[in-house]
């Protein structure tokens, strides 16, 4: 059983979760993710570790809601515990002194880039960091990205903040203006698939984090399987990290699809029995307030 | 010694045979095809203690019993069969379980077909003694009995063990080490213990419940039992032998091997480990109970012809198929399943495909498995394993619509120990390599036993190399006996 410590929204659909986990927490290197289960009847689903303090022996996961498991997930309040927590799994990112490296971001997936910056930066790299979303509203961890790297590019689709543009635009910007040694990008698999495609031109080695379906995180279930360079690979145990000009994306995506319609039904399920919880709790409270009022009028 | 006339009197009151007949080899009760089809329950019911005794009787108590030979950890089989044929139940399970700790698991999962009885003499002229029946209910009725009794163990020696792995082998290690004196630590990846026996043997034939009791009994023997701890990647071995006195590694052959041809990645293609998983460890089949949620597919093919691929056949008969296949490239003589387990499929209405292997995958637009293509084999030479060898037959292709396809040809061993261990020394598949003798592994003080070692083999055998291990770690401690501990080191510190 694994403590949380500190719940919080951060945008519309981002939550940051600070857990219990001191012997993850100690080990685990950027790159690194989790496997989680809530409770009994649970699902087990990879996260990136966001942050970890070694001292206080803490993980910082986050997180987006999508399906039943992560909106059931935002509901645990600070106290309450997650049945299971399993890692640091995957490889770490290979942290050593590249020269300029070019990060990118986008959406979610600055969480997990937040410590690859921090490490890469501290390996003495100069690091540009791109980041995107659709809109302002959902642009996590701005600040934090901006005080770890030499420089901070920030875009959104709308055009509602910083630059009204795709991350492919800075980056393709980037690549023209400097020599870049390495470029690491993390978000949805569009984006990843449209920055290598990207860095390819400009012959820019392209890492890119995986975020496939999978079970178990050790190798066993062959769930996240992923064709990198026409074999086939493990993102979990040969992963997260792959070479983006390898990846078969398309392929990626529509393995990330096979579940939708029972993802859909899961939770659409969830909301209504929440919804019958909270009016049988409202009704509860309805006669107990009655209740009490019939007393106070009795004496 | 044991009277076989007593069975045969018993024989005839039970079963009432015709005439002076040999009493025939007992069966054993199931549940109808037709309705187990529909559900999860554990297909055979078992002996009662009445046919327990009539097929007890059946042995003619050898006085060199050839079935001892054939089985992996030495169980004394006549002793244990006398003691059920005389009655005494409780007898029989003592006399089990000092040579096998896991009989509830043994006497559902073991190959005795290809072991015990097929030495048993009886068969020679008639069939052989139901030896895994018996064994099955003698650990069955002592479950029953509501007492199961924990082995008596030594005094502590103070040497601290490491077991990395809780499934057959490393429960075997677990409870001989612990029952010669040693601390033992079980550290499993998964939050379930048993490997796979939880997560890839279905319910329909090893019982979750039946796992937990003997891990149960286990922790009673004091074994202590950490989950979500994958070693490697949470502690690397050579911390663990900071603190432990040696290291046991029993990590299974927990990497599913694909076959490598088109079409493979398309969504619908599973490996066995994460369908039977999807549906044993996270209980699918009762999604949306369950979060997990897996593809109910009408057409189901099931690639491989060993117990894993009749039970992913069987567990889609479960789960709604229309169609249950069962794809395999040689003939059903030299399909390495139990007979019980094919026969099993077979009464379900599994259908098989035999002499015939998948060349690709054909999939729709959005990248689902919709019909796969085949090719017709004919046996040829035999190979290295003495099985007569398949050859493809020219221009025999043939498709099969299918909305699912389960590949069950097997399991390479898991890289997540040797990837972090690098002077533990592996084949060139990542099997580790130990010395025949001392079981130990290139590294000093690291053990490691089953599907790791042999490759996908099966329960029994990892049993039977966790037992011989565990009494090779004894061996350790007692040649090397360093006069300090790791408790007495970590006490120093």
């Given at each position: 059983m694994y403590k949380i410590l500190m719940h919080e929204r951060i945008t519309a659909d981002v939550y940051r979760m600070v857990v219990e986990a001191p012997l993850i927490a100690r080990k685990r290197r950027a790159g690194q993710f989790v496997v989680i289960r809530i409770d009994e009847n649970g699902e087990r689903i990879p996260l990136t570790i966001g942050d970890a303090d070694a001292e206080a022996g803490t993980i910082t996961l986050v997180y987006q809601t999508v399906g039943k498991t992560t909106e059931h997930l935002s509901t645990r309040e600070v106290g309450d515990f997650l049945m299971d927590v399993v890692g640091p799994l995957g490889k770490p990112t290979e942290i050593r002194n590249y020269g300029t490296t070019l990060c990118v971001g986008g959406g979610i997936g600055n969480a997990p880039l937040l410590p690859i910056v921090q490490a890469l930066s501290a390996a003495g790299n100069k690091v540009v960091t791109v980041i995107g979303a659709r809109t302002k509203g959902l642009l996590i961890l701005e600040n934090e990205l901006r005080a770890v790297s030499s420089e901070l590019i920030v875009c959104t689709d709308d055009g509602s903040?910083?630059?009204?543009?795709?991350v492919t635009e800075p980056v393709r910007e980037v690549c023209e203006r400097e020599r870049v040694d390495l470029c690491v990008a993390i978000g949805p698999p569009i984006m990843m698939k449209k920055v290598s495609e990207a860095t390819k031109e400009y012959e820019v080695h392209t890492v890119v984090s995986l975020n496939s379906i999978m079970i178990?995180?050790?190798?066993?279930?062959?769930?996240?399987r992923v064709t990198v360079g026409g074999e086939t690979r493990f993102t979990c145990v040969d992963g997260p990290e792959f070479d983006g000009h390898q990846v078969d994306f398309d392929q990626l995506m529509k393995r990330l699809n096979a579940y939708k319609e029972y993802e859909q039904e899961s939770l659409e399920r969830w909301r209504r029995m929440r919804e019958e919880e909270a009016a049988t709790h409202a009704e509860t409270e309805c006669r107990l307030v009655e209740e009490i009022e019939k007393v106070k009028q009795h004496g | 010694m044991a009277d076989p006339e007593t069975g045969q009197a018993v024989a005839d009151e039970?079963?009432?045979?015709?005439?002076?007949e040999r009493v025939p080899r007992q069966p054993m009760p199931e549940q109808d095809p037709a309705v187990r089809?529909?559900?999860?329950?554990?297909v055979p019911f078992g002996y009662s203690e009445e046919t327990a005794i009539v097929e007890a009787g059946r042995?003619?108590?050898?006085?060199?019993?050839l079935c001892v030979e054939g089985c992996p950890v030495r169980i004394d089989i006549p002793g244990f069969i006398r003691l059920i044929a005389e009655g005494d139940f409780r007898g029989s399970i003592r006399k089990m379980k000092e040579?096998?700790?896991?009989p509830a698991i043994c006497g559902r999962v073991c190959p005795q077909e290809t072991q015990c009885e097929i030495k048993c003499i009886l068969g020679k002229k008639f069939e052989p003694v139901a030896i895994g029946r018996l064994e099955r209910f003698i650990a069955d009725w002592e479950r029953a009995s509501g007492e199961v009794e924990v082995p008596e163990i030594a005094k502590p020696t103070g040497k601290r063990v490491a077991v990395v792995g809780s499934g057959p082998a490393g429960l075997t290690v677990a409870a001989d080490l612990a029952r010669m004196g040693h601390h033992v630590e079980l550290f499993e990846?998964?939050?379930?213990?048993?490997g796979v026996l939880v997560y890839g043997i279905p319910e329909f034939r090893m019982p979750k419940a039946i796992v937990n009791a003997e891990v149960h009994t286990l922790e009673r023997m004091g074994v202590e039992i950490h989950y979500d701890f994958v070693v490697g990647k949470l502690e690397t071995v050579d911390e663990l032998l900071g603190r432990f006195d040696a290291v046991f590694i029993?990590?299974?052959?927990g990497l599913p091997w694909f076959m490598?041809?088109?079409?493979?990645?398309?969504?619908?293609?599973?490996s066995a480990n994460e369908y039977l998983t999807r549906s044993?460890?996270?209980?699918?089949?009762d999604f949306p109970n369950a979060d997990t949620p897996m593809l109910r597919g009408r057409h189901v093919a099931t690639i491989g012809g060993g117990n894993v691929a009749m039970d992913s056949a069987r567990t889609a008969v479960r789960l709604g198929a229309e169609k249950s296949y069962i794809i395999y490239r040689r003939s059903e003589v030299e399909m390495p399943a139990r007979i019980e387990e094919i026969h099993h499929a077979q009464q379900e209405g599994v259908e098989f495909h035999l002499l015939t292997n998948p060349i690709r995958f054909i999939g729709d637009e959005k990248g689902r498995v919709r019909q796969m293509e085949l090719l017709r084999m004919e046996l040829g030479e035999p190979d290295a394993s003495g099985r007569r060898r398949p050859v493809p037959v020219e221009g025999s292709n043939y498709t099969l619509d299918v909305d699912t396809v389960i590949v069950a040809i097997g399991n390479g061993p898991n890289p997540l120990i040797p990837q972090t261990t690098p002077d533990i020394e592996t084949k060139k598949w990542g099997n580790i390599i130990v010395d025949e003798?001392?079981?130990?592994?290139?590294?000093?003080?690291v053990f490691a036993a089953g599907d790791i070692v042999?490759?996908?083999?099966t329960v029994i055998l990892a049993m039977g190399g966790g037992r011989d291990t565990a009494q090779a770690i004894d061996d350790f401690f007692h040649i090397d006996?360093?006069?300090?501990t790791a408790g007495e080191r970590e006490g120093a510190q």
């Amino acid at each position: 059983m694994y403590k949380i410590l500190m719940h919080e929204r951060i945008t519309a659909d981002v939550y940051r979760m600070v857990v219990e986990a001191p012997l993850i927490a100690r080990k685990r290197r950027a790159g690194q993710f989790v496997v989680i289960r809530i409770d009994e009847n649970g699902e087990r689903i990879p996260l990136t570790i966001g942050d970890a303090d070694a001292e206080a022996g803490t993980i910082t996961l986050v997180y987006q809601t999508v399906g039943k498991t992560t909106e059931h997930l935002s509901t645990r309040e600070v106290g309450d515990f997650l049945m299971d927590v399993v890692g640091p799994l995957g490889k770490p990112t290979e942290i050593r002194n590249y020269g300029t490296t070019l990060c990118v971001g986008g959406g979610i997936g600055n969480a997990p880039l937040l410590p690859i910056v921090q490490a890469l930066s501290a390996a003495g790299n100069k690091v540009v960091t791109v980041i995107g979303a659709r809109t302002k509203g959902l642009l996590i961890l701005e600040n934090e990205l901006r005080a770890v790297s030499s420089e901070l590019i920030v875009c959104t689709d709308d055009g509602s903040y910083g630059r009204k543009a795709l991350v492919t635009e800075p980056v393709r910007e980037v690549c023209e203006r400097e020599r870049v040694d390495l470029c690491v990008a993390i978000g949805p698999p569009i984006m990843m698939k449209k920055v290598s495609e990207a860095t390819k031109e400009y012959e820019v080695h392209t890492v890119v984090s995986l975020n496939s379906i999978m079970i178990d995180g050790t190798g066993m279930c062959g769930g996240c399987r992923v064709t990198v360079g026409g074999e086939t690979r493990f993102t979990c145990v040969d992963g997260p990290e792959f070479d983006g000009h390898q990846v078969d994306f398309d392929q990626l995506m529509k393995r990330l699809n096979a579940y939708k319609e029972y993802e859909q039904e899961s939770l659409e399920r969830w909301r209504r029995m929440r919804e019958e919880e909270a009016a049988t709790h409202a009704e509860t409270e309805c006669r107990l307030v009655e209740e009490i009022e019939k007393v106070k009028q009795h004496g | 010694m044991a009277d076989p006339e007593t069975g045969q009197a018993v024989a005839d009151e039970t079963a009432a045979p015709k005439k002076k007949e040999r009493v025939p080899r007992q069966p054993m009760p199931e549940q109808d095809p037709a309705v187990r089809r529909h559900n999860f329950n554990e297909v055979p019911f078992g002996y009662s203690e009445e046919t327990a005794i009539v097929e007890a009787g059946r042995c003619i108590q050898c006085k060199k019993p050839l079935c001892v030979e054939g089985c992996p950890v030495r169980i004394d089989i006549p002793g244990f069969i006398r003691l059920i044929a005389e009655g005494d139940f409780r007898g029989s399970i003592r006399k089990m379980k000092e040579t096998n700790i896991l009989p509830a698991i043994c006497g559902r999962v073991c190959p005795q077909e290809t072991q015990c009885e097929i030495k048993c003499i009886l068969g020679k002229k008639f069939e052989p003694v139901a030896i895994g029946r018996l064994e099955r209910f003698i650990a069955d009725w002592e479950r029953a009995s509501g007492e199961v009794e924990v082995p008596e163990i030594a005094k502590p020696t103070g040497k601290r063990v490491a077991v990395v792995g809780s499934g057959p082998a490393g429960l075997t290690v677990a409870a001989d080490l612990a029952r010669m004196g040693h601390h033992v630590e079980l550290f499993e990846a998964l939050h379930k213990p048993g490997g796979v026996l939880v997560y890839g043997i279905p319910e329909f034939r090893m019982p979750k419940a039946i796992v937990n009791a003997e891990v149960h009994t286990l922790e009673r023997m004091g074994v202590e039992i950490h989950y979500d701890f994958v070693v490697g990647k949470l502690e690397t071995v050579d911390e663990l032998l900071g603190r432990f006195d040696a290291v046991f590694i029993g990590t299974g052959a927990g990497l599913p091997w694909f076959m490598g041809i088109p079409g493979e990645d398309l969504v619908g293609v599973f490996s066995a480990n994460e369908y039977l998983t999807r549906s044993n460890l996270m209980r699918a089949y009762d999604f949306p109970n369950a979060d997990t949620p897996m593809l109910r597919g009408r057409h189901v093919a099931t690639i491989g012809g060993g117990n894993v691929a009749m039970d992913s056949a069987r567990t889609a008969v479960r789960l709604g198929a229309e169609k249950s296949y069962i794809i395999y490239r040689r003939s059903e003589v030299e399909m390495p399943a139990r007979i019980e387990e094919i026969h099993h499929a077979q009464q379900e209405g599994v259908e098989f495909h035999l002499l015939t292997n998948p060349i690709r995958f054909i999939g729709d637009e959005k990248g689902r498995v919709r019909q796969m293509e085949l090719l017709r084999m004919e046996l040829g030479e035999p190979d290295a394993s003495g099985r007569r060898r398949p050859v493809p037959v020219e221009g025999s292709n043939y498709t099969l619509d299918v909305d699912t396809v389960i590949v069950a040809i097997g399991n390479g061993p898991n890289p997540l120990i040797p990837q972090t261990t690098p002077d533990i020394e592996t084949k060139k598949w990542g099997n580790i390599i130990v010395d025949e003798k001392t079981m130990m592994t290139t590294k000093q003080g690291v053990f490691a036993a089953g599907d790791i070692v042999l490759g996908a083999a099966t329960v029994i055998l990892a049993m039977g190399g966790g037992r011989d291990t565990a009494q090779a770690i004894d061996d350790f401690f007692h040649i090397d006996d360093p006069t300090e501990t790791a408790g007495e080191r970590e006490g120093a510190q």
